[in-house]
């Protein structure tokens, strides 16, 4: 029987110190972040759209990289790390797409503009990693699923950044360009208030990365012991499923 | 919730408001329909250890009872 894994291991710590990040982060938000000279109010949805964003495109290129862990070693684990940090890439995706509309309705006047290269190239970087489960559900064979669903996950990884820098040469600059490599447009207590937020951000995802981690593996486990205790026959087929079994 | 208020210049609630609010209501939502799934998940898992555990116990009550009938038995 292989050893048992230990996902669960520090998820309490890592929960309180995202609670306690958050928490922070919203507290700066309302409380010390001053108003936006231009935008005013609207601009704290920056908090949240702008972090979550970021770690979502984090997200898809982690995916990616944990992707190349399962091609140079065969082991189904880096999959299904693989397999979990894009999916919680996606849930912090539809949420940065979702605060990023409102801020548009409220900013613009629109909840999409379509002439505006950073939203829609987000929406493209999104719609390829919605094709990430489909792709995976389409293959019945797990060691086929899990190395076709790897190759993606590498080459969708690797277009983020591509997309990313295509999208700061784009010649139109329609949405607000408050960081750059230079340091950015913030002045000091936004900056603070933005990198708290972004931390937070993480943290949740790490988090949430890690609550599925271990939520998964324990199902594996309570399988794996039927299978040893009781025998083959008492373990019901798994059906078809997107993720790794 | 005045005095909340009056330490917090940053939440001047007018037309922008309601943005803001749906903006950080969204991404709560999010966070708690996951979190809300994840929840059935555990149950689910804790539903399959809690029967696994009775047909363990099942399996284990049927050995003991197969072996005292073979102590019963005279020998051949």
Not at chain 1, 78 to 92: K, N, P
Not at chain 1, 164 to 191: E, K
Not at chain 2, 5 to 13: D, F, G, K, R, T
Not at chain 2, 29 to 57: D, F, H
């Amino acid at each position: 029987m292989p050893p048992t894994t230990t996902h669960g291991q520090g998820l309490r710590g890592l929960a309180i110190a995202t609670t306690l990040t958050i928490g922070l982060a919203l507290a700066l938000i309302f409380f010390y972040a001053p108003l936006d000279a231009d935008q005013g109010f609207v601009q704290k949805i920056f908090y949240v759209h702008v972090p979550l964003a970021i770690v979502s495109l984090g997200g898809f290129i982690l995916g990616g990289g944990l992707a190349i862990g399962y091609l140079r070693t065969g082991d189904r684990k880096w999959d299904l790390r693989s397999y979990v940090a894009i999916h919680m890439a996606l849930i912090f995706g539809i949420g940065g797409l979702l605060t990023g509309s409102i801020w548009a309705k409220a900013s613009w006047g629109h909840w999409w503009v379509w002439n505006e290269p950073t939203l829609v190239s987000f929406l493209i970087v999104l719609l390829l990693f919605a094709t990430y489960q489909p792709l995976r559900f389409s293959i019945e064979d797990p060691e086929r699923q899990s190395r076709y669903a790897s190759v993606f996950s590498v080459l969708a990884g690797a277009f983020v950044p591509l997309n990313f820098i295509a999208v700061r040469l784009a010649q139109q600059y329609v949405h607000p360009r408050v960081l750059t490599l230079g340091g950015g447009n913030l002045p000091g207590s936004m900056r603070l208030t933005f990198l708290v937020s972004l931390l937070g951000m993480a943290l949740l995802f790490a988090t949430l990365w890690k609550y599925e981690m271990t939520t998964k593996n324990t199902r594996f486990q309570v399988r794996r012991l039927r299978r040893t205790l009781l025998g083959e026959d008492a373990v019901r087929p798994a059906g078809r499923s997107a993720a790794p079994s | 919730m005045s005095a909340v208020l009056a330490a917090a210049p940053a939440i001047p609630l007018g037309q922008s408001g309601k943005f803001v609010a749906g903006a950080y209501i969204v991404f709560l939502v999010l966070i708690l329909v996951y979190v809300g799934i994840m929840a059935m998940r555990a149950q689910r898992i804790e539903r399959e250890l809690a029967e696994l555990q009775r047909e363990l116990e099942a399996a284990r009550a049927a050995g003991t009872a197969a072996d005292e009938q073979r102590e019963r038995e005279p020998a051949l």
